[in-house]
């Protein structure tokens, strides 16, 4: 039995799906967070599963470059969240409607 290029698209839809659901229904910031980390990988997913269904090598770069842009999102946006909560003491996103200018 092999594993097609469709069962990796149904994971990743999946797995966005999970992602989806986690940051609308979820008031945690890190929480949302991580769903938004989850999402974008399940993109990469399907970009590894159709770079290697058509046989190009395109899927993985792309995956790589995702991959710099998360980290520098997740250097950015932890650093953000750790200042709000040393402020604020608290994590929920319904508590920091107050940071509008």
Not at 6 to 14: D, H, I, K, R, V
Not at 35 to 43: A, D, F, G, Q, R
Not at 72 to 93: D, K, P, Q
Request: charged residues 10%; proline residues 0%.
């Amino acid at each position: 039995m092999t594993v097609t290029a469709g069962w990796y698209m149904a994971l990743a839809a999946s797995l966005f799906t999970i992602g989806a659901a986690g940051l609308l229904l979820r008031r945690n910031a890190l929480v949302m967070f991580m769903s938004i980390e989850l999402m974008l990988n399940s993109v990469n997913l399907t970009f590894v599963a159709a770079g290697r269904e058509l046989g190009v090598l395109e899927g993985q770069l792309s995956v790589l470059f995702v991959m710099v842009v998360a980290a520098a999102e997740v250097t950015v946006g932890l650093a953000i969240i750790v200042a709000v909560f040393r402020n604020r003491a608290t994590a929920s996103v319904d508590e920091l409607t107050g940071l509008r200018g």
